[in-house]
């Protein structure tokens, strides 16, 4: 006897496709800057398995690198990841026929890109938890595969230094804070959003300079998004 | 193949925080909203962070300010920053950040 996948899991896996094309450049480029910043490649895949998080994963893999406290790395990675709540939330109305168990595990694996293509897809009718799983499982396979490939890559490397890959990860931070910024006919959003960036970096460097330990980054950015919320008003 | 307890600790942290609100709002089938200014405050976190990250990895990396003249990485940040603008790609900016640190390298030392 052989075991047929639901025709929901293959259209799911093939609804993954513009998911998997962009997770694997950038999963790639994740393991080959966590493996100069000094993560094994076995903790590159358990960080790619468990927590599967785009920027909060780069974000986490610096702090580790610059040697900061769990503490400060964890509350980082909630308040930057919190945002999933919303998504989750807007997609649970197409869960009520899903068991609890199952919905966990379906949104375990909820990303910005993944919710972006299941919300375009569900438009609010009733989910298919196979076509989510064939969906979720082929994203997560790109992104865990390709950050292991990135970080073997990079563990061949021989003098990351000389070769300025030291650079590769504050160049990453770079070009995601400048996408962050949003679409350039967003005059007003943009403004708001360049002035919180620079309100959090003299405060993180303020910070830095007045209070011991290594708790600045996470106050900046705390203190500096309220300034948005204020400055947007 | 190495695992540090350490880095285990704070993947296991992470994946716990990350976690949790991706499933808890399709299990408990709520929708439930935040206040709009929770909303708008999430929405600039990770501006900020990614604008702290970078500012102290350039100005205070060993917790003192670093000169002007011989901080490399605020020299090579110019370049990085300027095709971040122009093409906003990914991998064009780090390609960019990693050439120009290299080059940076190469002729200073």
């Known amino acids: ?233 | 193949m190495t695992l540090d307890p350490q880095v285990l600790l704070v993947i296991g942290g992470m994946a716990l925080v990350t976690a949790l609100p991706r499933i808890l709002p399709l299990v408990l089938l709520s929708r439930f909203t935040l206040p709009r200014w929770l909303m708008r405050w999430l929405a600039y976190i990770p501006v900020a962070v990614l604008a702290s990250l970078l500012a102290r990895e350039l100005v205070i990396p060993e917790g003192r300010l670093l000169g002007l003249a011989n901080n490399l990485g605020l020299w090579a940040t110019v370049p990085t920053l300027a095709v971040a603008l122009l093409t906003r790609n990914l991998m064009a900016t780090v390609l960019t950040g990693i050439a120009a640190m290299a080059l940076l390298r190469a002729l200073v030392g």
């Open chain 1, 1 to 233: 006897m052989t075991w047929e996948a639901p025709a929901g899991f293959v259209a799911g896996v093939r609804a993954a496709a513009p998911v998997v094309l962009g997770y694997l450049p950038l999963g790639f480029a994740f393991g080959v800057l966590a493996r100069t910043g000094g993560l094994s490649v076995l903790e590159i895949a358990l960080m790619s398995l468990l927590v599967y998080a785009g920027s909060a994963q780069f974000i986490g893999a610096g702090m580790l690198a610059a040697g900061d406290p769990a503490g400060a790395i964890v509350s980082t990675t909630f308040l930057v990841n919190l945002r999933h709540l919303l998504m989750s939330a807007a997609l649970a109305p197409s869960f009520r026929g899903i068991r609890p168990a199952v919905g966990a595990l379906l949104g375990f694996e909820l990303t910005d890109e993944t919710f972006a293509v299941a919300a375009a897809h569900l438009q609010g009718r009733p989910a298919d938890p196979w076509w989510m799983a064939g969906l979720n499982l082929t994203s997560q396979a790109a992104w865990l595969l390709a950050s292991v490939a990135g970080g073997i890559f990079g563990q061949a490397i021989p003098d990351t230094r000389a070769l300025g890959l030291d650079f590769a990860l504050p160049a990453m931070f770079v070009a995601l804070l400048v996408l962050q910024l949003g679409p350039q006919e967003d005059r007003r959003g943009r403004g708001v959003r360049l002035r919180v960036a620079l309100a959090a970096g003299v405060l993180t460097v303020a910070a830095g300079l007045l209070i011991p330990g290594r708790w600045n980054v996470i106050l900046a950015a705390v203190a500096a998004a309220a300034l948005g919320v204020w400055w947007e008003r």
